[in-house]
């Protein structure tokens, strides 16, 4: 059985900053992207940043210059910097990876549980 779980989530004034991070554990044989989506009430989940098994990123425009993806193989992690946040930033942030359970399986999408993000203006 595969865990995402996110941690860095809270409550921040615009301008701050925020790094969330989100570890995989369980049966992995490995990764391939891993990424970060948002959710804000009443609209649709977005996808904000995502890394591949090769370190390519690629964002959403609304972040881009603002936040950073990266990730940590050894540690099974991706993060998410945050800088310079807007109130329209604030939304549930949700991790996601493509993971292969053993060297038979394929890339299935797994999903963490979400962690809050609250800019105030």
């Known amino acids: 059985q595969v865990q995402l779980v996110e941690s860095g989530g809270g409550l921040v004034q615009a301008g701050g900053s925020l790094r969330l991070s989100c570890a995989a554990s369980?049966?992995?044989?490995?990764?391939?992207?891993m990424g970060w989506y948002r959710q804000a009430p009443g609209k649709q989940r977005e996808a904000v940043a995502t890394?591949?098994?090769?370190?390519?990123?690629n964002y959403a425009d609304s972040v881009k210059g603002r936040f950073t993806i990266s990730r940590d193989n050894a540690k099974n992690t991706v993060y998410l910097q945050m800088n310079k946040l807007k109130p329209e930033d604030t939304a549930v942030y949700y991790c996601?990876?493509?993971?292969?359970?053993?060297?038979?399986?394929?890339?299935?999408?797994?999903w963490g549980q979400g962690t809050q993000v609250t800019v105030s203006s």
């Open positions: 996601t990876a493509g993971i292969r359970t053993t060297f038979y399986e394929v890339y299935d999408s797994y």
């Open positions: 890394i591949t098994s090769g370190e390519s990123t």
């Open positions: 369980g049966s992995i044989f490995s990764i391939n992207a």
